[in-house]
């Protein structure tokens, strides 16, 4: 697979998960033996990240990425990602403060 191919699936992944909220595509597009190197998630495997994501549905329903660089580099993948959400619900033990947010993350 090209690098803009899978640029293009990593893309539509995250668009699938945190925009449309499609839990599935964790099953479509992991490996079942998937492991985020998240110290918020302390599980390997699917059922975890699952976990961790509804936890944004939950408290940050509105998540959106605002910028993504993602470079594929031979075997490997690097995303930046800008994201904005507003704290509606309980999020990481806290409860809803109706803030906006904006952070940064790299996955790779």
Known sequence: MNTDKIRQRFLDFRRRLYVDHDLSAVDDYLHPEFRSDSPLIREAGIAAYKQFVQG???????????????????????????????????????????????????DR
């Open 56 to 106: 944004f549905y939950r408290g940050v329903p509105d998540l959106r990425p605002v910028e993504q660089f993602v470079l594929v580099e031979g075997g490997y993948l690097m995303a930046m990602t800008s994201w904005t959400a507003t704290h509606t619900g309980p999020f990481l033990g806290r409860e809803p403060t109706g803030k906006k947010l904006m952070f940064s993350t790299a």
